[in-house]
Protein backbone atom coordinates (compact mmCIF):
# COMPACT_ATOMS: atom_id res chain seq x y z
CA UNK A 1 0.00 0.00 0.00
CA UNK A 2 2.65 2.36 0.56
CA UNK A 3 4.24 1.25 -2.41
CA UNK A 4 0.79 2.55 -4.50
CA UNK A 5 0.75 5.75 -2.78
CA UNK A 6 4.43 6.62 -3.47
CA UNK A 7 4.16 5.90 -7.08
CA UNK A 8 0.13 7.74 -7.19
CA UNK A 9 2.66 10.98 -5.71
CA UNK A 10 5.37 10.27 -8.66
CA UNK A 11 2.86 10.05 -11.30
CA UNK A 12 0.91 13.42 -10.24
CA UNK A 13 4.19 15.20 -9.72
CA UNK A 14 5.56 14.06 -13.55
CA UNK A 15 1.81 15.03 -14.70
CA UNK A 16 2.43 18.54 -13.10
CA UNK A 17 5.53 18.58 -14.83
CA UNK A 18 4.16 18.26 -18.28
CA UNK A 19 4.79 14.53 -18.54
CA UNK A 20 2.11 12.76 -20.30
CA UNK A 21 1.18 9.27 -21.88
CA UNK A 22 0.37 9.63 -25.50
CA UNK A 23 -2.66 7.71 -25.80
CA UNK A 24 -3.96 9.55 -29.31
CA UNK A 25 -2.61 8.33 -32.42
CA UNK A 26 -1.05 10.59 -35.30
CA UNK A 27 -3.54 12.10 -36.99
CA UNK A 28 -3.56 10.14 -41.08
CA UNK A 29 -2.65 12.13 -43.77
CA UNK A 30 -4.52 11.64 -47.18
CA UNK A 31 -2.70 10.62 -49.72
CA UNK A 32 -1.59 13.54 -52.88
CA UNK A 33 -1.95 13.50 -55.87
CA UNK A 34 1.78 12.42 -56.50
CA UNK A 35 1.56 9.83 -54.50
CA UNK A 36 -1.25 8.61 -56.29
CA UNK A 37 0.77 8.79 -59.56
CA UNK A 38 3.62 6.89 -58.15
CA UNK A 39 1.16 4.14 -57.13
CA UNK A 40 -0.28 4.25 -60.64
CA UNK A 41 3.71 4.39 -62.20
CA UNK A 42 4.98 1.44 -59.87
CA UNK A 43 1.80 -1.18 -60.91
CA UNK A 44 0.42 -1.17 -57.24
CA UNK A 45 -3.14 0.47 -59.20
CA UNK A 46 -4.09 -0.60 -62.27
CA UNK A 47 -5.61 -4.04 -63.93
CA UNK A 48 -1.85 -6.08 -64.77
CA UNK A 49 -2.92 -8.17 -62.14
CA UNK A 50 -5.58 -9.40 -60.17
CA UNK A 51 -3.85 -8.00 -57.26
CA UNK A 52 -3.19 -4.65 -58.39
CA UNK A 53 -6.98 -4.59 -59.70
CA UNK A 54 -8.01 -5.28 -56.07
CA UNK A 55 -5.79 -2.80 -54.78
CA UNK A 56 -7.17 -0.21 -57.31
CA UNK A 57 -10.38 -1.21 -56.53
CA UNK A 58 -10.41 -0.75 -52.77
CA UNK A 59 -8.56 2.11 -52.50
CA UNK A 60 -10.69 3.78 -55.07
CA UNK A 61 -13.90 2.90 -52.86
CA UNK A 62 -12.40 4.84 -49.76
CA UNK A 63 -11.04 7.78 -51.65
CA UNK A 64 -14.19 8.16 -53.88
CA UNK A 65 -16.94 6.32 -51.46
CA UNK A 66 -15.59 7.22 -48.05
CA UNK A 67 -15.80 3.95 -47.28
CA UNK A 68 -13.69 2.70 -44.08
CA UNK A 69 -11.67 -0.39 -43.31
CA UNK A 70 -14.67 -2.82 -42.38
CA UNK A 71 -17.25 -1.63 -44.72
CA UNK A 72 -14.78 -2.93 -48.07
CA UNK A 73 -16.49 -6.43 -46.14
CA UNK A 74 -19.83 -5.72 -46.51
CA UNK A 75 -20.22 -3.85 -49.98
CA UNK A 76 -21.81 -6.19 -52.81
CA UNK A 77 -22.12 -5.78 -56.20
CA UNK A 78 -25.71 -4.67 -55.97
CA UNK A 79 -24.07 -1.60 -54.46
CA UNK A 80 -22.41 -0.21 -57.58
CA UNK A 81 -24.46 0.60 -60.78
CA UNK A 82 -21.93 1.44 -63.88
CA UNK A 83 -23.08 3.29 -66.92
CA UNK A 84 -20.68 4.42 -69.28
CA UNK A 85 -18.72 7.12 -67.92
CA UNK A 86 -19.77 6.73 -64.08
CA UNK A 87 -20.05 4.66 -61.26
CA UNK A 88 -23.44 4.92 -58.67
CA UNK A 89 -22.99 3.70 -55.21
CA UNK A 90 -25.24 3.52 -52.75
CA UNK A 91 -24.67 2.12 -49.39
CA UNK A 92 -26.50 -0.82 -47.60
CA UNK A 93 -24.49 -0.75 -44.26
CA UNK A 94 -22.31 2.18 -42.52
CA UNK A 95 -20.83 2.36 -39.07
CA UNK A 96 -23.90 4.50 -38.24
CA UNK A 97 -26.47 2.55 -39.63
CA UNK A 98 -26.92 -1.17 -38.59
CA UNK A 99 -30.49 -1.71 -40.94
CA UNK A 100 -32.43 -1.66 -37.42
CA UNK A 101 -35.69 -0.45 -36.27
CA UNK A 102 -33.80 3.16 -34.68
CA UNK A 103 -32.47 3.36 -38.19
CA UNK A 104 -34.98 3.79 -40.27
CA UNK A 105 -34.57 7.48 -40.22
CA UNK A 106 -31.28 7.32 -41.49
CA UNK A 107 -30.75 8.06 -45.34
CA UNK A 108 -27.90 5.63 -47.11
CA UNK A 109 -25.32 7.21 -48.70
CA UNK A 110 -25.31 7.59 -52.54
CA UNK A 111 -22.55 8.56 -54.34
CA UNK A 112 -22.37 9.12 -58.41
CA UNK A 113 -18.82 9.36 -59.74
CA UNK A 114 -18.63 10.95 -62.78
CA UNK A 115 -14.89 9.52 -64.87
CA UNK A 116 -15.60 11.67 -67.89
CA UNK A 117 -17.68 13.83 -70.36
CA UNK A 118 -19.87 11.04 -72.35
CA UNK A 119 -18.18 12.00 -75.53
CA UNK A 120 -14.59 11.69 -74.18
CA UNK A 121 -12.41 8.84 -73.57
CA UNK A 122 -9.14 8.34 -71.38
CA UNK A 123 -6.83 5.73 -70.17
CA UNK A 124 -6.98 4.96 -66.56
CA UNK A 125 -11.12 5.33 -66.67
CA UNK A 126 -12.29 3.68 -63.14
CA UNK A 127 -15.45 2.64 -64.87
CA UNK A 128 -13.99 0.26 -67.04
CA UNK A 129 -11.28 -1.09 -63.81
CA UNK A 130 -15.20 -1.42 -62.10
Not at 45 to 61: E, I, P
Not at 74 to 84: D, R
Not at 91 to 102: C, D, I, M, P, R
Request: aromatic share 10%; hydrophobic share 35%.
Amino acid sequence: MILRSALDAEMKDATRAGVTLQNKKAEKLPVTQEEENKFWEMGLLGCQSAKSLLNTVYFYNGKLFGLRGGEHRNITVANFELGSNFIHFEENVAKTFHSGLTDLKYEPRVVKHVCHPLNEKHESCLVKLY
